[in-house]
């Protein structure tokens, strides 16, 4: 019986131990050839792309050539993307895609700098904003960014802002999103314009785009004193005005 379960726990330590020996390294952006998030050169591990066999993405700061740049079509990675401490941010251009079919996260260490896009940015898993309780926003100038779920830690400032393109989840996600709104952590071209949540044109999904300007043409005796004001747009779609 002794030497049957030492077998087996000699067995089972090997199988372990291969295990760990071949568990997925994580890639950390170090940005040594260009600020391109598709060049391999700017990756400790190579670049983070689907069936690359990567743990994590993790996007560090102080890279050689600045922070990382997704300027092409094409670029997916099915691991999770996280944006490291320091300020450090993220940048997708218009006519760049990046389709991260786990989750995007920002401010789980300490303080993120900026996810810029005016791309396409597509997550399969959670848009997790602030995870760690520090600051990290996103700031959407146009293109389109979808996601299966929205998580805002606001507890730093984090947040989202729009200034153009359109924000797209579920429509499980209504009522987290009408609550980050009015609670002015999802805002429009930094809390001067209006957040427009259209619930029809995509029947089972919400779209956010940014509105700007309507504030100005009231009169100031109708928003003064309010926190908020639902103008009606009709067909399920609605705007929310922030007081200045």
Same mark, same amino acid.
């Given at each position: *019986?002794?030497?049957?379960?030492?077998?087996?726990?000699?067995?089972? %330590?090997? $199988?372990?131990? *291969?295990?760990? $020996?071949?568990?997925?390294?994580?890639?950390?952006?170090?940005?040594?050839? !260009?600020?391109?998030?598709? /060049?391999?050169?700017?990756? /400790? @591990?190579?670049?983070?792309?689907?069936?690359?066999? +990567?743990? @994590?993405?993790?996007?560090?700061?102080? &890279?050689? +050539?600045?922070?990382?740049?997704?300027?092409?079509?094409?670029?997916?990675?099915?691991?999770?993307?996280?944006?490291?401490?320091?300020?450090?941010? *993220?940048?997708?251009?218009?006519?760049? #895609?990046?389709?991260?079919?786990?989750?995007?996260?920002?401010?789980?260490?300490?303080?993120?700098? %900026?996810?810029?896009?005016?791309?396409?940015?597509?997550?399969?898993?959670?848009? @997790?904003?602030?995870?760690?309780?520090?600051?990290?926003?996103?700031?959407?100038?146009?293109?389109t960014v979808t996601?299966?779920?929205?998580?805002?830690? =606001?507890?730093?400032?984090?947040?989202?802002?729009?200034? &153009?393109?359109?924000?797209?989840?579920?429509? !499980? +996600?209504?009522?987290?999103?009408?609550?980050?709104? #009015?609670? !002015?952590?999802?805002?429009?071209?930094?809390?001067?314009? =209006?957040?427009?949540?259209?619930? =029809?044109?995509?029947?089972? @999904?919400?779209?956010?785009?940014?509105?700007?300007? #309507? #504030?100005?043409?009231?009169?100031?005796?109708?928003?003064?004193?309010?926190?908020?004001?639902a103008v009606s747009?009709? %067909?399920?779609?609605?705007?929310? %005005?922030?007081?200045?």
């Amino acid at each position: *019986m002794k030497s049957g379960f030492g077998r087996v726990l000699f067995l089972s %330590l090997l $199988a372990a131990g *291969m295990l760990a $020996a071949n568990a997925s390294a994580d890639t950390h952006w170090v940005g040594t050839v !260009s600020n391109d998030w598709a /060049d391999a050169g700017n990756w /400790d @591990n190579g670049v983070p792309a689907a069936g690359a066999g +990567n743990g @994590n993405a993790i996007v560090n700061p102080d &890279g050689v +050539n600045g922070d990382p740049v997704v300027s092409t079509a094409g670029n997916t990675t099915d691991i999770g993307v996280y944006i490291s401490i320091n300020g450090v941010g *993220m940048t997708i251009t218009s006519g760049g #895609e990046l389709n991260i079919t786990d989750t995007l996260v920002t401010g789980v260490w300490g303080d993120s700098g %900026l996810v810029t896009t005016a791309g396409t940015l597509t997550i399969g898993g959670y848009l @997790n904003v602030g995870a760690g309780a520090f600051d990290g926003d996103l700031l959407i100038t146009g293109g389109t960014v979808t996601a299966a779920n929205l998580s805002i830690n =606001t507890t730093n400032g984090a947040g989202i802002d729009m200034t &153009g393109g359109q924000l797209i989840f579920p429509s !499980s +996600n209504l009522g987290n999103v009408n609550y980050w709104i #009015e609670h !002015s952590n999802i805002t429009a071209f930094g809390g001067a314009g =209006t957040i427009n949540v259209d619930e =029809t044109t995509s029947p089972g @999904n919400i779209i956010l785009t940014p509105v700007g300007g #309507e #504030e100005e043409s009231l009169p100031a005796a109708g928003i003064l004193g309010l926190g908020l004001l639902a103008v009606s747009l009709g %067909l399920g779609a609605r705007s929310v %005005l922030r007081k200045k």
